[in-house]
């Protein structure tokens, strides 16, 4: 039995959300806000993070770590390649999304927009704001260029670096913050990943402070 | 043949240095400051960061996808632990210094004080500076309450949990900035990763503009 303790706009959460997906693994899902840093939590999680996944005895601590257990513990579909060049690149863009875009991007835009209001942590730093707005192209424009010769992210086959990609860029689209119309590569790539039966569940998801745009959820937009 | 791209007082590079001597495998080192962006560099890694691992025909990219593939292709000694559970508790370290240790200590100290001055790149915040400083005392705190249980970080053996924390660590010594006064366990635990064979290049570098402290590479210290 999987339970996964999660936010629902947390794009680490997300990306654990879709890995279980993928490999078709059910696991019920439990909403909770670390930062209050309740005592039963940080029990299991001394970091008070999300996402935390318990499979049976087992607590697995981080996204990474959750990501290398479901790979040992559930192999197929293998989320990496086939080749070793294929799980390179796959591993070398996993790592840009989750620590150069996350740096330059996400905890710039959604870490102010939306970490700081859930947590009441005062307001946005505009600085934050103009700079994540004006990174977010580049990081767009590379995932058009990527995407032009390829038929996903890192090659011929979907994997887990589509997978961390999308799970960034959909809590940025809920925000409203990507500028789609800034590349259209991007834009097919998106919403190629979008209409694959794992993003359903998260397209669905809504916090009541903040609604979406209308093509949020809209898998031709 | 194998050749890393790295710096000396990175510590992301100095991981990977610690994991290929564990591992008994020989590579070229390549010293690059990759700041500079330069053109011959950028084409190995357009995110233009070291480490950079190439392995014959193969670039790898990013510290974990090294390490992940240093671990297929040469699978002993294994770094991560035999069990299931042994393997998630590695991870699960990993992350905690990768992420949130560089977060809340290395980016404030090594990154403020090191990074800039190699970039030229303005004074240190000190604002920064101080937080760094205060926060280093909960993660050698947290070290010593591991090891006070354990006889590695993450259980009874060397892991890549103790590569990955001593490599920050080391850094920050480098610099002075590890209070070990507050820690006597987290110091026997460094003297103890310290004392390895293939900690020992890593003690024998030094750069111009900083001299480090004389307990720095005195492996009784």
């Known amino acids: 039995m999987l339970r996964l303790y999660h936010q629902p706009l947390c794009p680490f959460s997300r990306k654990i959300r879709l890995v279980l997906r993928e490999k078709n693994l059910a696991a019920e899902l439990v909403e909770i806000e670390p930062w209050r840093r309740e005592a039963s939590f940080l029990e299991l999680n001394a970091a008070a993070e999300v996402p935390v996944l318990v499979d049976d005895d087992a607590v697995v601590v981080d996204s990474a770590a959750i990501c290398d257990h479901l790979h040992e513990t559930h ?25 150069k875009f996350r740096r330059e991007v996400t905890d710039l835009l959604w870490g102010e927009k939306l970490l700081r209001r859930l947590k009441r942590n005062g307001t946005p730093s505009s600085e934050a ?32 670096a589509d997978l961390t990609a999308a799970a960034h860029i959909s809590v940025l689209d809920y925000l409203g913050d990507v500028p789609w119309e800034t590349s259209s590569a991007a834009r097919d790539w998106y919403a190629k990943v979008k209409s694959r039966p794992a993003f359903r569940p998260l397209l669905m998801d809504r916090i009541t402070s903040i609604k979406p745009p209308v093509h949020y959820d809209d898998l031709d937009f």
């Open 129 to 160: 704001l103009r700079a994540g707005a004006a990174n977010i192209r580049g990081h767009l424009a590379y995932i058009g260029y990527l995407y032009e010769d390829r038929r996903w992210l890192a090659g011929d086959v979907m994997t887990l």
């Open 75 to 99: 192999p197929e579909p293998d989320l990496l390649g086939e080749t070793q060049a294929q799980r390179d690149e796959t591993r070398r863009l996993v790592a840009w999304f989750d620590v």
